[in-house]
């Protein structure tokens, strides 16, 4: 079992601007992508962004060119900088991973945005 360290959630007003971490055991290999889920009260878990072992990312169409993955390798560490927050973007924020074909999941991080 991989677990997962996830931080950096809070209470932002609209406008403002958060980071997410999530880091996985600095001594596994084989990840094959990280990403970044939310959960609104009443919706479906939805992916919010992707990072390939590659470099290449992939991001929900509501926050294209406000929020922005990357990984640290070296630390095992993926980081979501999350700016102009809408109150639409609160929902709780889960890190996940795929190593090896296996799913991994953060235990989740509370995102609330006040307008």
């Known amino acids: 079992q991989v677990q997962l360290q996830e931080s950096g959630g809070g209470l932002v007003q609209a406008g403002g601007s958060l980071r997410l971490s999530c880091e996985a055991p600095?001594?596994?290999?084989?990840?094959?992508?990280m990403g970044w889920y939310r959960q609104a009260p009443g919706k479906q878990r939805e992916l919010v962004a992707i990072?390939?072992?590659?470099?290449?990312?992939s991001y929900a169409d509501s926050v294209k060119g406000r929020f922005t993955i990357s990984r640290e390798y070296a630390k095992n560490t993926v980081y979501l900088q999350m700016n102009s927050l809408k109150p639409e973007d609160t929902a709780v924020y889960y890190c996940?991973?795929?190593?090896?074909?296996?799913?991994?999941w953060g235990q989740g991080t509370q995102v609330t945005v006040s307008s």
């Open positions: 996940h991973i795929n190593r090896r074909g296996n799913d991994y």
């Open positions: 600095k001594s596994i290999g084989g990840i094959n992508f």
């Open positions: 990072i390939f072992s590659s470099g290449s990312t």
